[in-house]
């Protein structure tokens, strides 16, 4: 079983950027494909981002294609989400989540663990 941590939210003015980590423990990362999903006040946990297990394939949701990047350090044990040119839309709990699979899924039933989640804030 993997634990996930995520870091690296915070308050940001729209246009800026921030990096998100999720750190793995208990068990190897690289045996997992890992998505991010966000979950504002009121609303539903949506598909941010994932990658497959070996890397070699991301997806995007259209609201963050381009802004965003997804990308994994096995050795580190963790996944990074890049995001730029942040917008107030953007403002939600960023969830890492990791599933014993070689490909992503885009929907939340799909990942089996999840981290607690870190608070991103853009303000206009």
């Known amino acids: 079983q993997v634990q996930l941590v995520e870091s690296g939210g915070g308050l940001v003015q729209a246009g800026g950027s921030l990096r998100l980590s999720c750190v793995a423990s208990g068990r190897s990362l690289s045996t997992y494909a890992v998505g991010w999903f966000r979950q504002a006040p009121g609303k539903e946990r949506d598909f941010v981002t994932a990658v497959s297990r070996s890397g070699g394939s991301t997806y995007y949701a259209d609201s963050v294609k381009g802004r965003f990047t997804i990308s994994r350090d096995d050795a580190k044990n963790t996944v990074y989400l890049q995001m730029n040119r942040l917008k107030p839309e953007d403002t939600a709990i960023y969830y890492c989540?990791?599933?014993?699979?070689?490909?992503?899924?885009?929907?939340?039933?799909?990942?089996?663990?999840w981290g607690q989640g870190t608070q991103v804030t853009v303000s206009s």
């Open positions: 989540a990791a599933r014993g699979a070689n490909y992503y899924a885009v929907v939340a039933h799909a990942y089996n663990y």
